[in-house]
């Protein structure tokens, strides 16, 4: 979102890594939060969701860069819409083929990706201004990022609501599941963990990067 | 109370399965428009109206999909109709009632392709309500997004006072205060039967 939206970018290394770790969707930007803390309870669930956006994102990120000179600009976030709305249609239908019992534990959410901001965001900014690679890399790494971050809460919540990590299980039988993280709450609180972690981290680096200036 | 009653329906919705605390949905501006009281009065009530109008939207054009095996266009459908629906509404009050586009206005454009919104379309659809207790879900998801919203106001209000540590930025706090109205709202799993 910081990018110039004049000038088309070159194509380079930070245009696949903005989305995993600078612009991260989820830990940085705060986008497409409802089904990072609904559908996070278990991995499994996690890493399913972040495919089938990482999908639509790059599905649509190619189509609206490919059509970003027939699309008039007054109806532009329509055309977008309409766009990831026929590839979420395909995903649901896909996953619902594919294993039905996933389709039923995601419910309505894989049809709420068509609202994930994280998508329409990335068609507005930078698919809709850029060539086809640069939109492609561009939306393979926020995808990974999303994906990543989704994974990010989906262990820490499974690992502690269940005791289980990708349904095996961790801990021997006297493990007393913390059940609370994988109600809703659980998703908040491990969501404000995370961003606590990334402030501290971001805290530290900059003091110790502020004391080094004041060295030299 | 039986599942089927309006009544149910409409505590379910409002209280027991909360949009923003139980199904996370419409965080967005959950977490961007509750910084004080008034505004989230008004968001709550442009979003209940908008809730009200989209249900109606979704119930018609279900049928009329249904009728015509066209239920894999219901999304696009769904979303088309709603965001058409909402902006002609918005003009239909902007030309009848100035005062009243004054207080929800600036919020219709916000919420019309907002997850709640959305969601409420789907559910409604999944769970096969008819026509009455559509409006029943849908007047309960609007009153409970709104009483979801004027509490975080309401604590974020007295937040600003208060001293927290320099690591905790804005929005890990405000989920954090989330997570505890969630916690508070799971309280009420089980009423009705």
Partial sequence: MATDPRAPEPLSLATFTQGIWKENPVFVMLLGLCPVLAVTNTATNALAMGLATLFVLLCSGVLVSLLRKVIPKQVRIACYIIIIATFVTIVDYAIQAISLDLHRALGAFIQLIVVNCVILGRAESYASKNTVINAFVNALGMGVGFTLALLCLGVVREILGFGTLFAIELFGASFQPWAVFALPPGGFFALAGWLFLFAYIRKRRAAAQSEETHVA | ?193
Avoid at chain 2, 20 to 37: H, I, R, T, W
């Fill in chain 2, 1 to 193: 109370m039986s599942p089927d009653s309006h009544a149910f329906i409409f505590l379910n919705a409002f209280l027991i399965n909360n949009f923003v605390l139980a199904m996370f949905l419409g965080l967005c501006p959950f977490l961007g428009v509750s910084g004080k009281v008034k505004t989230a009065w008004n968001m709550g009530l442009a979003v209940i109206f908008v809730m009200i109008v989209s249900s109606v939207c979704a119930f018609g054009i279900n049928h009329l999909l249904v009728r015509y095996n066209l239920e894999f266009l219901r999304l696009i459908c769904y979303i088309a109709v709603i965001a058409s629906a909402v902006q002609l509404v918005e003009m239909f009050v902007k030309k009848f009632s100035p005062a009243l586009f004054r207080t929800l206005g600036i919020f219709l454009p916000l919420i019309t392709t907002n997850c709640a919104i959305l969601g409420l379309a789907l559910f409604q659809t999944n769970r096969e309500y008819d026509f009455t207790q559509c409006l029943a879900f849908s007047l309960g998801a609007g009153a409970g997004f709104t009483l979801a919203l004027v509490l975080m106001a309401g604590l974020r209000e007295k937040l600003e006072l208060a001293d927290v540590p320099d690591t905790v930025t804005q929005a890990a706090l405000s989920l954090m205060i989330a997570g505890l109205l969630s916690l508070t709202f799971m309280g009420f799993a089980g009423l009705g039967g």
